[in-house]
């Protein structure tokens, strides 16, 4: 079982719609919680981060945290066809510790 | 501010051969790390380099390897291709101990014949 699970999609929605992505996790000892954006043929952009459980907002997107469930959402309102990426969301421990990856779940945003 | 560079941008190897990737970092970062991304296995955790010592490293044979230079670029060889080794090499850098916040390179793309 790989410690980060997220379900590869693809997700197609219109333009417009909120976007819900999600990823589950099984390490108890993950504190940091990442979302990361990679268009095709680069490398992956780093969204936004939170620390432990709770809610981070920035513009459209919003990542929110559940430690009790494991449970690891981003949210992005009014979503542009400029969205369509793979999302990718990550975990580590500590600040110092390796980032384990989710294997990205691919959305087309359809004009 | 430059960001994460990576060369070269492609490269076309066969079986048994090795090859050599470079990376440099943010100016300022100071830990390197890479990974392996695939189409099945998505991103997989290489090794990270700081200071010029491996502080973490991931679940890969010992034909992958790296080093870090005093300036904190980083190169990772790998020797001994195989068909499997095909994939795109992304290096990520950090500021000291904010693996939170790693910055990706646009990767190198490797397939091997």
């Known amino acids: 079982q790989k410690e980060v699970e997220q379900d590869p999609g693809p997700l197609s929605v219109p333009e417009g719609a909120i976007v819900s992505l999600n990823c589950t996790y099984s390490?108890?000892?993950?504190?940091?919680f990442m979302w990361y954006r990679q268009y095709s043929r680069k490398g992956p952009e780093l969204l936004m981060y939170t620390y432990s459980s709770g809610n981070k907002e920035d513009g459209r997107f919003t990542a929110q945290v559940d430690k009790s469930s494991k449970y690891i959402s981003l949210f992005i309102r009014d979503s542009q066809p400029s969205d369509s990426a793979t999302y990718l969301c990550a975990a580590l421990s500590g600040g110092y510790q390796k980032v384990t990856f989710g294997t990205g779940t691919k959305l087309q945003v359809i004009p | 501010k430059a960001g994460v560079t990576q060369t070269p941008r492609y490269l076309i190897k066969t079986r048994g051969q090795q090859v050599t990737l470079s990376c440099s970092p943010i100016s300022g970062h100071r830990s390197v790390s890479w990974y392996q991304q695939t189409p099945g296995q998505g991103l997989q955790f290489l090794f990270e380099?700081?200071?010029?010592?491996?502080?973490n490293k991931g679940n890969f044979p010992g034909r992958f390897s790296g080093r870090q230079f005093s300036n904190s670029r980083s190169e990772m060889n790998v020797s001994t291709l195989e068909l499997g080794d095909s994939a795109l090499y992304l290096c990520?850098?950090?500021?000291?101990?904010?693996?939170?916040?790693?910055?990706f390179g646009p990767g190198t793309r490797l397939t091997v014949l």
């Open positions: 390490n108890s000892a993950f504190q940091y």
């Open positions: 380099y700081f200071s010029e010592t491996q502080r």
């Open positions: 990520a850098s950090s500021f000291r101990t904010n693996n939170n916040e790693q910055f």
